[in-house]
Each structure stands twice: as structure tokens, then as C-alpha cells.
């Protein structure tokens, strides 16, 4: 069985969180082979969960505003988005930090537009994949 997992952005830039069993998901993030961030974070499957319910429900809004979501809220957060509306999508900027909070080691990177529709998928298949 395939571990649930979220794949967002190019060939050349992309963001990827993967569950590697029970509550041990892989962050890993490549910027034009330039930026490059690859870890293991604990992360519960509610939370992740959690995550990708929060994206979808601004997918399904009807406002074309931009968002923020986070992976863990209240507590240190590896994974922060940031997503701005382009065309029929939005764009993203994206917040790595293995350490938590800890304000010199982190990666900050930018993912082009993704189609809306596309998002949805994505999201969609996590949120699923994770039983929710």
C-alpha cells in the first residue's frame, strides 16, 4: 500500500510531504536544484490531515483571496504555505524549517501558479488517503 503523500509544484521546483510510517512524514523540498531541504518531521495523521482540509476549504471558497496554512498549528511548524491567487490558481510560498521555530534554519522558496483544479486533486487524494 502506498504511503499517503502531497506533491506540489514542477520537475524544477516542487514541495513533497510523504508519510515514511506511523506518525513519520519526509519533507522534502528542491528549488531549481539550487534550494534543496529533505527531513523527517513527527507529524499525526490528524494533523496532516488537518493540513490539507484547511487548503481545500480556501480552494472551495468563492473569493479569490489569498491564504496561509500550516501544518501544525500551535506549536513549532516545519511546514508554513503561503498561497497568493494567479490566473485560475495560485501561487506559493513556501516555508521549510527542520527545527521548528528556530529562526536561522530554515528554507523559503517559491512555487509557480497551480491550477486550482489541480490543487484540489492533490489535497483531495491526501485527505483521503488519510482515512478523513
Sequence with gaps: MEEPQMRLGTDDAWLDLTRTGGDTWRLS????????????????D???????????SRLGEASNAGFSAVVTPGRNNPLALKAQPVGNGFAFFVRLTPNGDDTVCHLQMELNSIAISDLREVFDSLHAALGT
Excluded at 29 to 44: E, H, I, R
Excluded at 46 to 56: H, I, K, R, S, T
Design 29 to 44: 523540498a528542491n528549488w531549481c536544484s539550487l534550494l534543496t531541504a529533505d527531513f523527517t518531521v513527527d507529524l499525526s
Design 46 to 56: 490528524a494533523e496532516v490531515a488537518d493540513f490539507a482540509g484547511q487548503v481545500l
